[in-house]
């Protein structure tokens, strides 16, 4: 157990904390985002189908456009948007069809996953889209439930480099839609993460202890 818990890994996810105040001077090089962005890509999703979209937020108009989706509600979370160096918004396809299946069987074929002739039967997937569909044709639920896999994978590739996070459930998701309406293309987002450098002075979040559930009351061992 001793040396489970001195793993690099273990290490970064202890010194991981959700930033409550960003170092707006500091903001993520070139080499980590070129990081960041393919981990994003590779994230995992049920029948591999990536119902998904990430914007990302990086030039001041933006980060304006962003900070307008606040003047409703959840302003707690409005601090964030100039000062993290970036927001990730993590949006969903509401109506995720056989036509957006295909786009990834085909891709399957090109790299070489799915043989051409299998074409036809790699659709067998796609019945668990089936099952997760209402009758207008949402299934919503089931697609933003993958971007929840994708924002797991990228909070913890963050954590290896060194950079700190904040996932956000405290957006405007209606505003969002509005004022990003051309980019979603209908799409919709819930759930942003601002990333970058926490203010190693005003953070308070980053000084106290990490505290989780004991292991014995969280994972059963069978």
Request: charged share 25%; aromatic share 8%; net charge negative.
């Amino acid at each position: 157990m001793a040396i489970t818990m001195t793993h690099p890994i273990i290490k970064d996810l202890n010194k991981r904390h959700t930033a409550k105040k960003y170092d707006a001077s500091k903001r993520i090089p070139q080499t980590d985002l070129d990081i960041i962005y393919e981990a994003m890509r590779l994230s995992a999703s049920s029948i591999n189908s990536q119902p998904w979209k990430f914007i990302v937020i990086e030039s001041d108009e933006a980060k304006q456009r962003m900070h307008e989706t606040f003047a409703n509600k959840f302003q707690f979370n409005q601090p964030h948007i100039h000062a993290a160096s970036h927001i990730i918004l993590f949006a969903h396809n509401p109506a995720y069809t056989r036509e957006d299946y295909a786009k990834v069987v085909d891709k399957g074929i090109e790299d070489g996953r799915t043989k051409p002739e299998n074409r036809e039967q790699a659709f067998g997937g796609f019945a668990f889209v089936d099952l997760n569909t209402d009758e207008t044709g949402n299934n919503a639920a089931w697609t933003k439930s993958q971007t929840y896999l994708a924002l797991g994978n990228t909070m913890h590739v963050l954590a290896r480099l060194g950079i700190d996070s904040t996932p956000m459930e405290g957006i405007d998701s209606e505003l969002v839609g509005e004022i990003f309406k051309e980019e979603l293309d209908g799409f919709e987002c819930e759930v942003a993460l601002a990333i970058g450098y926490h203010h190693s002075e005003e953070d308070y979040n980053a000084s106290l202890p990490k505290s989780r559930l004991a292991t014995q009351d969280v994972i059963k061992v069978l």
